[in-house]
């Protein structure tokens, strides 16, 4: 279901790449993960799952992803966000389920949180958020530095760590992790007032459940609700994985419209 090109719109000097399909609402939006791109196999499942029930569904990349512009290393939470809702507010009209994977469900929660400050709240049917990494530089990523690499945040502005999904090394700076720090949500209770579904796998690499289950408890329990997949990875990209996140999506849209 890929659209053979995307659309691009300009948010702070910056072209963000967008691929939308229009249908009926709630539609559904993707926000991929720190280094992924829009193309993925969760967004083309998505997108064809999407096609087939008539539903909208929008796609970007963030600036230093994919097919848009700017450099990774420029990128911070604040600045995703603010071209996540640019894009938002371009292309969709009603409802929507916001479907957030690892960074991609931090920036989700902290879309949400926007949009209810500015009187928008109902704009968001529900999130579904697979292997949610909200936090993740305070909560996974700050805890774990070598001296080595406080050292290169110090003296270089960034540290480089191997990938296991890409032949370049993550990359992760200084801004980045001072600006993580203004878009905290797991500081207390999340008050989404939407329902939320977390999809974790217990075989996680990267995030680790409990990081799952501590977002699960800051979260309304007659809203919330969590699977947890006994093999799965980060990915969550198994056939059964990904028959999952479309009935995830496809109960979550019924719900609410």
């Known amino acids: 279901m890929t659209a053979s090109t995307p659309d691009f719109i300009e948010v702070d000097n910056t072209r963000i790449a967008v691929r939308y399909q229009d249908g009926a609402a709630p539609g559904v939006v993707w926000l991929g993960g720190y280094k ?4 993925g196999t969760k967004a083309e499942t998505l997108a064809t799952w999407a096609a087939g029930e008539g539903r909208s569904f929008l796609r970007h990349d963030y600036s230093g992803h994919g097919e848009s512009g700017g450099a990774f290393a420029d990128g911070t939470i604040s ?3 603010a071209e996540s809702l640019a894009v938002f507010r371009q292309f969709t009209k009603g409802p929507q389920v916001l479907v957030g994977s690892s960074m991609g469900a931090w920036i989700a929660l902290r879309m949400n949180d926007e949009l209810n400050k500015a009187g928008e709240g109902d704009r968001v049917a ?8 909200p936090d ?5 990523v700050e805890p774990a530095l070598t001296e080595a690499q406080r050292k290169d945040l110090a003296e270089k502005g960034y540290f480089e760590e191997p990938s296991e999904y890409s032949p370049e ?6 801004a980045l992790i001072e600006d993580g720090r203004q878009n905290l949500v797991m500081t207390g209770p999340i008050h989404t007032h939407c329902p939320v579904h977390i999809i974790q796998g217990l075989a996680d690499p990267d995030v680790p459940h409990s ?7 800051l979260l309304p329990a007659d809203d919330a609700t969590l699977s947890l997949v006994p093999n799965g990875d980060h990915r969550l990209s198994r056939p059964e994985d990904l028959d999952l996140l479309t009935r995830a999506v496809s109960e979550m849209n019924s719900r609410v419209g």
Do not use: C, N, Q
Not at 211 to 217: C, F, G, N, T, V
């Open 36 to 39: 992924s791109d829009m193309l």
């Open 79 to 81: 600045k995703w966000l």
């Open 126 to 133: 529900g999130l579904v958020l697979l292997a949610p990494a």
């Open 136 to 140: 993740f530089t305070a909560e996974l």
């Open 169 to 174: 090394p993550y990359i992760y700076t200084r």
């Open 211 to 217: 990081h799952a289950l501590k977002l699960m408890s």
